[in-house]
């Protein structure tokens, strides 16, 4: 991707849909909803550490919402009997305490809507890439989008960041494997409810389309890329380019790499600290703390996971419709603008 290709492609949005909302606190949202493994936490990382630079140019991003991470929107969208990671480490036990919780991030989305449409920006940028691993159900996406809207998030550009399914599973399961506790030797079976949520992009992204065209001023683009297309490989930079940022701060955005892999012995290791953490003997579980301990400290060499050619073999024919076509130009569909679409 040139850097001018898609320069102020953002900017293009905001001004197509200038007079779309109403009221004084009202305010244009660029919604980023991942997918995971895609460049999410470079783009929340620098659109935080640039927070200041980005607000000079009109930019609102949220601190409240979440230090880099804008996930507790994505809580907007929960059904009251949701549970899972997340309401875990908030002492989220019951549908009172669910519902007490979106109160709160409720209010913290309408006061940063107040807080941009004072300070005269022209648009607020949220970024949570749990929206689309956490909001599996159409009445989920659609719940979370209408909450934002009644918090005075209006026009909405939704966004969504797209891989190849072999390539975005293989960085998903070392991830898993660190922060999720898995301990399977590779990726689950293609087919399974795990291997779907991010090898069926096509069905993911048909899933948010069917909520979002039924909406009035809500939009939806869809990036579909291979790392070499993107500016210097980085997600950041892209998202740069379409803020209409100078050469300096996509220069900046470019340097920001995160969530680097970690080498294959480590996530070996990695899986049986997991296996021992789940054991009763008080031991076992601390030999397990220990091990885990070793693996993020220690590298163990440069050999990088890799999907064996079997696995491989069975995700690009489960998922060929998410696969990738041979070419290396940035693919863009886009609801409000025709540009190279690839889905219609």
Not at 111 to 117: D, F, G, H, L, Y
């Amino acid at each position: 991707m040139k850097e001018n290709n898609q320069l102020g492609h953002w900017k293009l949005w905001l001004k197509e849909r200038e007079n779309n909302g109403e009221g004084e606190e009202y305010i244009p949202v660029i919604l980023h909803i991942g997918m995971e493994k895609t460049g999410s936490k470079a783009i929340q990382t620098w659109l935080a550490e640039e927070r200041q630079s980005l607000a000079e140019m009109g930019w609102h991003v949220p601190q409240t919402l979440g230090a880099i991470n804008h996930r507790q929107v994505s809580f907007l969208g929960y059904n009251k009997k949701r549970r899972d990671d997340g309401t875990q480490r908030r002492g989220i036990k019951t549908s009172n305490d669910l519902k007490k919780y979106q109160t709160e991030v409720f209010k913290r989305l309408r006061q940063e809507v107040k807080t941009a449409t004072r300070c005269k920006k022209d648009a607020m940028i949220i970024s949570t890439e749990l929206a689309t691993s956490r909001l599996t159900r159409v009445r989920e996406i659609k719940r979370m989008i209408r909450s934002m809207q009644k918090a005075g998030c209006n026009p909405i550009l939704v966004t969504l960041f797209r891989r190849d399914p072999v390539e975005l599973l293989e960085s998903r399961y070392s991830t898993a494997v660190l922060h999720e506790g898995w301990s399977q030797w590779n990726p689950p079976k293609a087919g399974s409810r795990e291997a779907n949520l991010f090898g069926d992009q096509i069905g993911l992204q048909k899933r948010w389309w069917s909520v979002i065209e039924k909406i009035e001023s809500v939009d939806f683009d869809v990036y579909t890329y291979k790392a070499e297309v993107l500016i210097e490989g980085s997600s950041a930079a892209s998202v740069a380019c379409f803020m209409g940022c100078d050469k300096k701060m996509i220069k900046k955005a470019i340097e920001m790499k995160k969530n680097r892999p970690l080498p294959l012995l480590n996530l070996r290791a990695l899986m049986i600290a997991n296996m021992l953490e789940r054991q009763k003997n008080k031991g076992i579980k601390s030999l397990g703390k220990y091990l885990r301990r070793l693996a993020l400290k220690v590298m163990l060499g440069n050999l990088k996971y890799k999907v064996p050619v079997s696995v491989k073999l069975e995700y690009t024919q489960r998922y060929k419709n998410s696969k990738l076509e041979n070419r290396t130009g940035w693919l863009i569909w886009s609801s409000w603008r025709t540009i190279d679409p690839f889905l219609h």
